[in-house]
């Protein structure tokens, strides 16, 4: 039982910012990563950004430099605050959560956030 909500997606202008947040609740692993996806109409669903419970960061190549990720442990709260934003970024967004045991691992989707940046 964990529950994803989203929040912070919508329209904006090329070169402009937005923050995505995510508040994960339920019965939490300690060993586990948090992150965002993004996909857009005819293409596959791609990692953006993810945070490791210790804090380790990992980006895909395109946002480098323009996104950031955080987390809050206390809270259990992934923001991700993208700045500089292109056409390119408009998808939906989707905040994802996987903690594992020594017995399971699982993931957890959050409903998606519609991004549109235009030009």
């Known amino acids: 039982q964990v529950q994803l909500v989203e929040s912070g997606g919508g329209l904006v202008q090329a070169g402009g910012s937005l923050r995505l947040s995510c508040a994960v609740s339920?019965?939490?692993?300690?060993?586990?990563?948090m992150g965002w996806y993004r996909q857009a109409p005819g293409k596959q669903r791609e990692l953006v950004a993810s945070?490791?419970?210790?804090?380790?960061?990992n980006y895909v190549n395109s946002v480098k430099g323009r996104f950031t990720i955080s987390r809050d442990n206390a809270k259990y709260t992934v923001h991700l605050q993208m700045n500089s934003l292109k056409p390119e970024d408009t998808a939906v967004y989707y905040c994802?959560?996987?903690?594992?045991?020594?017995?399971?691992?699982?993931?957890?989707w959050g409903q998606g956030t519609q991004v549109t940046v235009s030009s």
């Open positions: 994802n959560f996987n903690h594992s045991s020594s017995w399971f691992q699982r993931d957890y």
């Open positions: 339920g019965t939490i692993y300690s060993n586990n990563v």
């Open positions: 945070i490791t419970s210790g804090g380790t960061t």
